[in-house]
């Protein structure tokens, strides 16, 4: 074989991840370029103008939300208990996509998650370490390192947020989201990807 050369079986049981990684790789981005931080109010800021809200334990793609924070906890979590604040379901009719925004408070970072509006197609299936990276860097924002006291001092960075922004997804997943505790169910990943 060449070294270029991928076996088409090989191929296809890639094809899934990489899938599922582009989808939330596209959808987080367009989450973090929504610029929340120019909208009045708390509520405005957790979910666009005219945006529907609704509960995630409702939502058709639930099973698959659940285990793949099983998953980010399992990968990245610390002992015990892992209480995760899952905010309503925004919903936004122009574009198609569901998506949620998950305060960790053990892990002082806000998770941003897209959903599959057509429900969950496997809730056993299993991200690998390239798609849980996403949500150790790109999906994730760190409350410690990117968040800053004004939108000038962001200046057009697409990965930091506003104190007030961060606040208010803070408020909305602690007052109005659907908390799920989990404990981490094997060791931490010590391979390489936990430098990224």
Known sequence: MTAGFVPRARRAAQAPSRAAWLRAAALSLALLSLSPCALADEAERYAPPGAALSEPRAHPDWPCLASLLQQIVDDQGARGVNALHIGRV????????????????????????SLNRNGCADPGYRYDSLGLGWYRTKARIDLDSHVRETQAEISGSS??????????VIAECTAHGTELKL?????????EDDAL
Do not use: S
């Open 159 to 168: 990965f930091l947020v506003t104190r007030a922004w961060a606040d208010a």
């Open 183 to 191: 404990r981490r169910a094997r060791q931490r990943r010590k391979d």
């Open 90 to 113: 925004v919903r936004e009719d122009d574009d198609g996509n569901d998506f949620v925004r998950v305060y960790w408070p053990q892990r002082r970072a806000i998770l941003l998650v």
